[in-house]
T-cell receptor, first 108, second 116 residues
Framework: DAKTTQPPSMDCAEGRAANLPCNHS???????VYWYRQIHSQGPQYIIH???NNETNEMASLIITEDRKSSTLILPHATLRDTAVYYC?????????FGPGTRLSVLP | DTGVSQDPRHKITKRGQNVTFRCDPI?????LYWYRQTLGQGPEFLTY????????KSRLLSDRFSAERPKGSFSTLEIQRTEQGDSAMYLC??????????????FGPGTRLLVL
């Protein structure tokens, strides 16, 4: 079973920030938090990962709470092309266990 | 293109036939994973290799499934005597596994299998 829980779906207006939450209350101290997304009929695309510090790259920002039991992926200016299923995964050098993810719909 | 590639991208076969899929990982990645994804679900782990050694197999990988990575580079996944329930997207991913076990997996585009 996946070690994370995510809302099944979210909407976001184009140009606004999309904030996708993830709960991982049983995360262990050495497990990383990864985010991937999957656009229809394509393979999952890596977005970002982190251990305990907040991270930012050209795609997104990852905010991890101090107790590491939850995190938020932030897409700062969502576009229509960001419509996808977003997966949050915790992992320490093992096969990924995907949950059902959050289906993000960016609306014009 | 230096990403993970998979061939073929689509495969239609009749029940009972054998099929083989190929995955070419990112160059020098030592780990290679196979996942299966059915409609509306997240990917499910099947098996993975570290170099040429197959280190783990999921209980989803029945006796009809076999995977190889003979030289630690490309991998093949064969399904014998296909069944309609095998219809799915088969995804390959590769990673560079290191000391800190920080392991970003990069996925290929997948092979979509339809068994009639």
């Amino acid at each position: 079973d996946a070690k994370t829980t995510q809302p099944p779906s979210m909407d976001c207006a184009e140009g606004r920030a999309a904030n996708l939450p993830c709960n991982h209350s049983t995360i262990s101290g050495n497990e990383y938090v990864y985010w991937y997304r999957q656009i229809h009929s394509q393979g999952p695309q890596y977005i970002i990962h982190g251990l305990k510090n907040n991270e930012t790259n050209e795609m997104a920002s990852l905010i991890i709470t101090e107790d590491r039991k939850s995190s938020t992926l932030i897409l700062p200016h969502a576009t229509l092309r960001d419509t996808a299923v977003y997966y949050c995964i915790v992992n320490y050098g093992q096969n990924f266990v995907f949950g059902p993810g959050t289906r993000l719909s960016v609306l014009p | 293109d230096t990403g993970v590639s998979q061939d073929p991208r689509h495969k239609i076969t009749k029940r009972g036939q054998n099929v083989t899929f190929r995955c070419d990982p990112i160059s020098e990645h030592n780990r290679l994973y196979w996942y299966r994804q059915t409609l509306g679900q997240g990917p499910e782990f099947l098996t993975y290799f570290q170099n040429e050694a197959q280190l783990e197999k999921s209980r989803l990988l029945s006796d009809r499934f076999s995977a190889e990575r003979p030289k630690g580079s490309f991998s093949t996944l064969e399904i014998q005597r296909t069944e309609q329930g095998d219809s799915a997207m088969y995804l390959c991913a590769s990673s560079s596994f290191g000391t800190w076990k920080k392991e970003t997996q990069y996925f290929g585009p997948g092979t979509r299998l339809l068994v009639l």
